[in-house]
């Protein structure tokens, strides 16, 4: 088995990332949607053609590194925690933050549970918090 | 909230159709946890120990799509690849691959059927692919930094963020079966097999029906995280 060349990509400029590195890359079930972060900027990236993207045309800055991101299957939610206090930031539509969730204690990783309604937090504290998604108004709460 | 025994945190969770994995930050436990959807309770279903020293932690940690596989990584670049009967969900180690990686492991990931790990790692160390068929004993090592990665299965690509560079760079690579009697026309990751056998966990064999732990050939797709 070998790992072949396919495509190389870049989220910037030659600089525009300096003692940064891709902490992390994610794609959707449907693996059309391929979300990349490197130090506070998160993009995404929309599948051309079968396994190849495009350049990012929506990007998101935080205040703080962003860490971990991760799709529901259908890639409707992206849960993202950076390493900033207690929050769970939510997007909708590949660049909105929609809302946050304060978990109370430091997130250290996340995780789509269940039928995609459900994220798993794992927290500092050494609890899960469990965030489900409440129907009637379409965000997320503590369990 | 699901409190846990985890010392040190809960440093990872990877999440399933009714199960969350999870790993402590500075532990060598590892833990499985299925969900009642009659009461809405988690409950603990596997608890592990042994998964790393008191000396390291974990730094990575991903399961396979058809939850057969369950690869841990620790700083100091062991992984250690637990798995389960067929019959039951009962998960022990079934490898511990020590030296792994020369510096701590970034990340892991397994192709869906949990034949084919691949795992980057710190200190420029290299990108390797290991595979089931010889029990993930050798490596095949590329010259690339790392620090994050994703399998994609409907295009059987790996997509890998890199670090070590000011720019952002990530890379897509296929995973590739080398065949010598042609490559599967509908996956390249696999090769077509002599007559009377089958591909199975990354080679060419006899399909047998010998019940044996952690052979589990038997693939579906999972619910991808």
């Known amino acids: 088995m070998t790992l072949e060349p396919h495509q190389d990509y870049f989220m910037g400029g030659a600089t525009d990332f300096v003692n940064g590195s891709v902490l992390y890359v994610n794609t959707d079930d449907s693996e059309t949607r391929l979300t990349t972060c490197d130090l506070k900027t998160l993009q995404f990236h929309t599948n051309i053609s079968a396994g190849v993207y495009g350049t990012a045309t929506n990007f998101t800055q935080f205040n703080n590194t962003v860490q971990q991101m991760r799709y529901r299957s259908d890639g409707t939610w992206l849960a993202v925690r950076t390493d900033n206090a207690t929050l769970i930031y939510f997007m909708k539509n590949s660049s909105a933050i929609d809302h946050t969730v304060d978990v109370v204690s430091t997130p250290k990783s996340l995780a789509w549970v269940y039928d995609d309604d459900m994220l798993a937090v794992g927290l500092a504290n050494g609890s899960i918090a469990v965030l489900q998604r409440i129907a009637s108004n379409n965000t997320f709460h503590v369990h | ?225």
Do not use: E
């Open chain 2, 1 to 225: 909230m699901i409190n846990t025994t985890h010392i040190g945190g809960v440093s990872k969770v990877f999440g399933t159709k009714n199960r969350i994995y999870s790993a402590g930050g500075n532990d060598s436990v590892v833990q499985a946890r299925w969900l009642n959807t009659t009461t809405g309770v988690w409950s603990l279903n596997s608890s592990v120990s042994g998964v790393g020293t008191s000396s390291d932690t974990v730094s990575a940690m991903y399961v396979s799509g058809n939850q057969k596989r369950w690869g841990v990584g620790r700083s100091n670049g062991d992984i250690y690849i637990l798995g389960h009967p067929d019959n039951s969900y009962s998960w022990s180690i079934a490898n511990t691959i020590t030296g792994a990686h020369t510096a701590s492991v970034n990340f892991i990931r397994f192709s869906s059927n949990g034949w084919h790990m691949i795992s980057g790692a710190a200190g420029n160390d290299s990108v390797r692919l290991r595979t089931k068929l010889n029990n993930w004993n050798t490596s095949t090592d590329y010259p690339w930094k790392g620090q994050s990665g994703d399998w994609d299965d409907r295009n059987k690509q790996v997509t890998i963020g890199l670090y070590g560079n000011d720019n952002g760079a990530f890379t897509t690579k296929f995973l590739k079966a080398n065949c010598s009697a042609g490559t599967n026309t509908s996956d390249i990751s696999q090769c077509q097999c002599p007559a009377g056998q089958a591909w199975f966990n990354g080679g060419c064999g006899l399909l047998l029906c010998n019940s044996t732990n952690f052979t589990n050939i038997n693939v579906t797709k999972g619910y991808a995280d």
